[in-house]
């Protein structure tokens, strides 16, 4: 919500479409893409989204030392690289037709992003990261910003309920939404 890709999924679910991304091209052996950048996106912090991001992103799914759900559907990426502020080309040990697919995940973060990033999390979506309170809630701002135009409300909370019984009553008396 918080944090955009740089592909999306169409609504059959199986192709992918441009988002971050303008455009792509792939090379005649299917082994290089180059993916075109928006311009016009910053993140909530007032940081512009460039190629670095894209690339600071990818290369920390390999660089970390814990385990990661992304490394599996990205075995075949040999490198990725910024060619100028706003492209980004990746090289694949093999060609892979599918690979655009796998670029729905994981959401683009910033350049440079540590550890508070994890408390505190920037992103280029509709809604920027206000609190979350640990067991409770998480809450979300609409991004004046935002690329994409204003999002429809001006928030979001997203209640923690860990108990399905409490859930199924809390949507009953319409206290909460799904």
């Not at 600071?56 to 040999?78: H, I, Q, V």
């Amino acid at each position: 919500m918080f944090q955009d890709t740089l592909v999306a999924l169409d609504w059959d679910g199986k192709t992918a479409i441009p988002y971050l991304a303008k455009s792509w091209t792939i090379s005649e052996d299917g082994k290089t893409y180059v993916f075109k950048l928006r311009d016009d996106v910053t993140f909530c912090s007032g940081k512009k989204f460039t190629s670095a991001d894209v690339v600071y992103t990818f290369r920390s799914l390999f660089d970390s030392a814990f385990p990661n759900p992304y490394r599996g559907a990205m075995r075949m990426l040999k490198s990725v690289d910024a060619r100028d502020r706003y492209t980004v080309v990746f090289t694949l040990t093999q060609p892979f037709g599918s690979f655009p697919v796998n670029l729905v995940f994981p959401m683009i973060v910033p350049d440079g992003a540590g550890p508070a990033f994890n408390a505190h999390p920037i992103g280029t979506g509709p809604y920027r990261f206000v609190k979350n309170v640990t067991d409770d809630r998480v809450e979300l701002a609409a991004f004046d910003g935002y690329w994409g135009g204003p999002p429809a409300n001006h928030g979001v909370v997203l209640k923690v309920i860990p108990d399905d019984i409490m859930a199924g009553l809390e949507l009953r008396k319409g206290v909460t939404d799904v």
